[in-house]
């Protein structure tokens, strides 16, 4: 990507604001078996990818990290990284493919300031995170495998952004992430939408939803039968 493509928002056929507000509305339950019957099964990441607050949700379009395991502290490549935060826009999640790296926290409270000041709703870390007293007082929701408390200053290094990444996936070794990709998570996990169909797959989760709705009344009615309810719905 050049600078004018990084610099231009992605079209998702409607402003990501309302994108992000629609997304937050629904659970990852459902935007999971839409992908599903969409036959893009492995959408969703690794099951230990959790946010740090029980109740914490993130949505918004990938600003995706790529992070290497290195001992030596590369300035030139941190002056990469700081420059780049000048193509995050307001709506956008940072995720961050670690290399599988499982030793150092690769997200602190001082990443959420630098990103939150830019417009950065949520961080996926693929990998650890700390400082987390801080984090949940910001109450910037991050997710991530693990938390520990060791630095990742001379042990893992940005050096690529705005990239495909590679994320652990629940259903497979990696799952694509792509500049611009719907990112959806809750308390149980969190799922990266293809930018091309964002706005289709809201659309038919909000058409799931009004279903589910629906079912869900009937289904608490102890007067009616479970089985004719199904056969009128088709839905448990």
């Not at 952004?161 to 590679?166: F, K, M, R, S, Y």
């Not at 996936?169 to 694509?176: H, I, N």
């Given at each position: 990507m050049n600078d004018a493509e990084l610099a231009k928002a992605y079209d998702y056929g409607m402003p990501l604001a309302e994108l992000r507000q629609r997304y937050l509305k629904l659970y990852s339950g459902l935007v999971y078996d839409v992908l599903d019957e969409m036959k893009l099964p492995y959408q969703a990441l690794a099951n230990d990818v959790k946010p740090i607050e029980l109740d914490w949700m993130v949505a918004g379009a990938a600003y995706t990290v790529k992070m290497e395991s290195r001992p030596d502290v590369d300035t030139k490549l941190r002056e990469y990284r700081l420059k780049m935060l000048d193509h995050m826009k307001p709506g956008m999640v940072e995720i961050r493919d670690c290399?599988?790296?499982e030793q150092a926290a690769h997200f602190g409270e001082l990443n959420a300031n630098i990103i939150r000041a830019k417009g950065c709703v949520g961080a996926v870390v693929d990998g650890g995170s700390r400082d987390s007293r801080f984090i949940r007082e910001m109450g910037f929701p991050v997710f991530c495998r693990y938390r520990n408390p060791v630095e990742a200053l001379g042990r893992a290094v940005v050096t690529r952004?705005?990239?495909?990444?590679?994320m652990r996936?629940?259903?497979?070794?990696?799952?694509?992430v792509r500049p611009w990709d719907f990112i959806f998570g809750d308390l149980d996990g969190v799922i990266i939408i293809p930018r091309e169909i964002a706005k289709k797959v809201l659309e038919q989760c909000e058409h799931e939803f009004a279903k589910e709705s629906e079912s869900r009344e009937l289904y608490r009615d102890p007067s009616l039968s479970p089985l004719d309810i199904y056969k009128k719905l088709g839905k448990l």
């Open positions: 290399s599988h790296d952004v705005l990239c495909d990444i590679h996936g629940a259903l497979s070794t990696g799952v694509l």
